[in-house]
């Protein structure tokens, strides 16, 4: 994968040095590039952006250095021979980025971000490159961030561990929380690991029985009973299909059961009288 960074802090990047993102660039598994969007203005001061047309706080970053900065951009990486360029700009207006769109971006083979700063790019740009190539808008969450350039870090490493061969073990990442297929709307349990016996604390005895059809089903359970508790949400809007016997047994245990609708929410409290 090609992955080229457009902002005004190429330092705030350092971290795709680093880790399993490091390795892969090391490894030539992952292609980085970033670029310094002020390379591309033409004012001594190097400006890359103005006051917003209809007045209000705040400053707008400029078309001409984006058009500019994007245009050698692309015509780089196509001389290089990537294809299929996508263009994400990090936004918090933008769609939610979840694990689903982690795997849609992962089978892209080169993506381009635009991480923004200060009130944002003028929308212009965006729809001049709409034009020519997919566009994501993504939010990393409800917040809104000095720029753009940490949501390029969360997106990147959320994507990037899941090209081939960039896990240690390719099955690692398929009982995460969100991954896709049983785990799709479900947040992943607790974990343990060695001594058995820590501080006065155990672990579940059913990890230490060497029985992995009841493993799967304890492991199964913990996530029903954490994503009940921390993101109830989730359960909600699960397609009841998705829950079998035994998930249902589970989730009447945690007071939840099917609602008129056919899915699942808390069920009411009975007050005796």
Not at 163 to 169: C, F, I, K
Not at 200 to 207: A, K, T
Request: glycine content about 10%; overall charge negative.
């Amino acid at each position: 994968m090609r992955l080229d960074v457009v902002t005004i802090f190429p330092e705030y990047l350092e971290p795709l040095n680093v880790s399993l993102v490091g390795k892969a660039r090391a490894r030539g598994q992952l292609d980085v590039h970033a670029h310094d969007l002020r390379q591309w203005t033409h004012d001594r001061h190097n400006t890359v952006d103005d006051t917003p047309y209809g007045g209000g706080p705040g400053m707008v970053m400029k078309t001409e250095p984006w058009g500019d900065c994007l245009d050698d951009v692309l015509a780089e990486g196509y001389e290089g021979g990537a294809q299929g360029p996508v263009l994400v700009v990090p936004t918090p207006s933008g769609r939610p980025f979840t694990q689903e769109l982690a795997v849609e971006l992962s089978e892209r083979p080169w993506l381009v971000f635009a991480p923004a700063r200060y009130e944002g790019i003028d929308r212009r740009v965006i729809d001049e490159y709409a034009t020519r190539m997919p566009v994501y808008e993504v939010s990393i969450g409800d917040y809104v961030l000095a720029g753009g350039e940490a949501a390029v870090l969360v997106i990147t490493e959320a994507v990037a561990r899941l090209l081939p061969g960039v896990l240690g073990n390719a099955a690692s990442h398929e009982d995460d929380s969100f991954a896709p297929g049983a785990m799709a709307d479900l947040l992943e349990g607790p974990v343990y690991t060695k001594p058995p016996e820590w501080r006065g604390r155990d672990i579940p005895d059913v990890l230490l029985s060497g029985h992995h059809g009841k493993i799967a089903r304890w492991r199964r359970d913990e996530a029903l009973r954490r994503t009940t508790h921390n993101r109830p949400d989730l359960i909600e809007r699960t397609d009841p299909k998705a829950f079998d016997k035994k998930d249902r047994e589970m989730l009447s245990i945690l007071g939840w059961g099917p609602r008129p609708d056919g899915r699942f929410g808390p069920t009411p409290e009975i007050v005796e009288e």
